[in-house]
């Protein structure tokens, strides 16, 4: 599952540095405007993003940029609060029955469309239809197929029943509701929404220029209040130090430092007179996947080797200047979930020397290289444009495995591209990506043997018996005992398959213009309350 800065409920690639859902949140410099101001609407929030979406029908879309945007302009049925308490959104309240089998949801009165069509339980169904119908190309269907049915006796009321115990069932309705009235009979997968799209959020989208940005503007009949900034734009710009130069030019008032910008290049009272920046654990893990169909990463031997030819510390002090902290596994460290004694292979070269060695990689060639029936042992990182963290990874990490006679390549591509020619057809051998995670462990769709066709999250196509099971088994109770049991040996599963080199955990470093006032750090991030944000009316600069 990811967050957004509002809080929504998908798993997805982080294209950008992780921004939300952590278990402590503080603000790291003094407030740069501490005057006393009253709220007044107007204004423009620019952000800065280095991916662009690929759809903004979230049920579709796999990545945070697109997320990101969707999740101003559609809502849940719930959400996270700011102490990350799920809580109602669409859903006004909400019932559960003693033994967790039957949800009642009682939605909203007077929820519109933005096109201002009303919101009804038909929506719901429609939602709950169109992610478990086979012809959908969706990521998310599993938590759905768990319903044993849907009704609505009428257009406020929704009661979903669950044949077992299926401990994500209520937060998996944070999943982002769709129009029913414009999508119903139609394919999803053709629909305009995909760039024009319509939801009930508390901002309506306007235009989407390709390549340059996307224009939301106010939505005024918001069902928790019209928010006070008038509108939000995503500003696509696939290179962090560009990005940040814009941001001290005043083009963009928000986005994520890199370690280097936070630590070194932000500090000066120039700076911090005009910006509040902010510092606390993210809720994701930097990554490198191997893709296990092919013939060089089949035996973990071959996994377990690079890892520990990887010196995670290194990495952690270099590239984010102490900013992190390091990655065993799939549960980020402070979650119920995570498993504090898993044996993370240690950086030890020699060891990874004779990993290679067992598994036939023994002769070097001239340059060093290993050598088996003649082909050295050569193979390519591929990430994404525009994140320096995971190039400057890439790159201490390919000089680490150098020294054992691993030769390795970089390639950057373009995110689009990256998710379409690449991760949905398993056209890469090894990538450098990170996951933005929930706060519930459950992580069928990530690593459960049945999710690995094309457009779905398993793209590197790990299966495992034991895994499946114990996946089952963790969301099949709501016996956190019995869910944690299960995790904990998840993560000595991969712990000991490496079908991941788990790289680290950064720091979420995002950085907002002092001139929006209402940023109040929590441990869901600084996003929760975005509605209340606001510029005091003498130091607004955009107007329509």
């Not at 009428?154 to 982002?176: C, E, Q, R």
């Not at 560009?242 to 070194?264: C, F, N």
């Amino acid at each position: 599952m990811r967050m957004s800065w509002r809080g929504r409920t998908m798993v997805c690639f982080a294209a950008v540095c992780l921004l939300a859902a952590c278990s402590s949140a503080e603000q790291k410099t003094a407030p740069a405007a501490a005057v006393v101001t009253s709220p007044a609407t107007g204004d423009a929030i620019v952000e800065g993003t280095i991916g662009e979406a690929s759809t903004l029908i979230p049920v579709l879309a796999t990545d945070s940029s697109s997320h990101a945007v969707a999740g101003q302009i559609y809502n849940g049925l719930v959400k996270y609060d700011k102490n990350l308490t799920i809580v109602g959104d669409l859903a006004e309240s909400f019932d559960v029955s003693k033994d967790g089998l039957i949800i009642t949801f009682h939605l909203r009165h007077g929820v519109r469309w933005h096109d201002g069509a009303p919101f009804t339980s038909r929506d719901v169904l429609y939602t709950y239809r169109v992610i478990i119908d086979p012809k959908t190309p969706t990521a998310y269907a599993e938590d759905f197929k768990q319903v044993k049915s849907i009704t609505a006796p009428d257009d406020h009321t929704v009661t979903v029943s669950y044949a077992s115990p299926f401990a994500p069932a209520l937060a998996s309705w944070g999943t982002s509701i769709l129009p029913a009235h414009l999508l119903e009979g139609k394919d999803i997968t053709k629909s305009p929404l995909a760039r024009q799209p319509v939801g009930t959020g508390p901002y309506r989208f306007k235009e989407w220029i390709a390549g340059q940005k996307i224009v939301l503007e106010v939505n005024p009949d918001y069902f928790e209040g019209r928010p006070w900034i008038d509108r939000y734009i995503y500003r696509i710009i696939p290179d962090t130090s560009t990005m940040y130069m814009e941001l001290k030019a005043g083009a963009i008032d928000l986005m994520s430092l890199t370690p280097i910008q936070y630590s070194r290049q932000t500090i000066s009272r120039q700076f911090t007179s005009r910006f509040n920046k902010f510092r606390y654990p993210s809720s994701g893990y930097l990554y490198m996947g191997y893709n296990l169909r092919h013939p060089l990463f089949g035996d973990k031997r071959i996994r377990q080797a690079i890892t520990a030819a990887i010196n995670k510390d290194e990495l952690i002090q270099g590239v984010l200047f102490g900013m992190g902290q390091k990655s065993h596994g799939p549960i980020v460290p402070g979650r119920w979930a995570y498993n504090p004694d898993v044996k993370d292979i240690a950086y030890d070269p020699k060891h990874a020397a004779e990993l290679l060695a067992q598994a036939g990689w023994k002769e070097k060639n001239v340059e060093g290289i290993l050598v088996r029936a003649g082909k050295p042992f050569q193979f390519t990182i591929l990430t994404n444009q525009g994140n320096q963290q995971r190039l400057q990874s890439a790159q201490i990490i390919q000089q680490r495995l150098k020294f054992i006679g691993i030769d390795v390549k970089i390639r950057i591509v373009e995110w689009a591209t990256f998710l379409k020619e690449y991760i949905d057809k398993g056209n890469f051998e090894v990538v450098m990506l990170a996951w933005n995670i929930s706060q519930d462990p459950d992580m069928y769709d990530v690593w459960h043997s049945s999710k690995t066709n094309p457009g779905e999250l398993n793209f590197i196509g790990f299966k495992n018996a034991e895994v499946d099971r114990l996946l089952v088994e963790g969301r099949s109770t709501f016996d956190i005992d019995k869910r944690k049991q299960a995790y904990f040996r998840i993560q000595e599963i991969l712990a000991e398959e490496q079908p991941y080199t788990f790289l680290y955990v950064p720091d979420a470093l995002p950085v907002v213009s002092a001139r929006i006032r209402g940023v109040e750090p929590a441990p869901a991030g600084i996003g929760h309350n975005q509605i209340k944000w606001y510029v005091p009316k003498s130091e607004q600069v955009y107007v329509p």
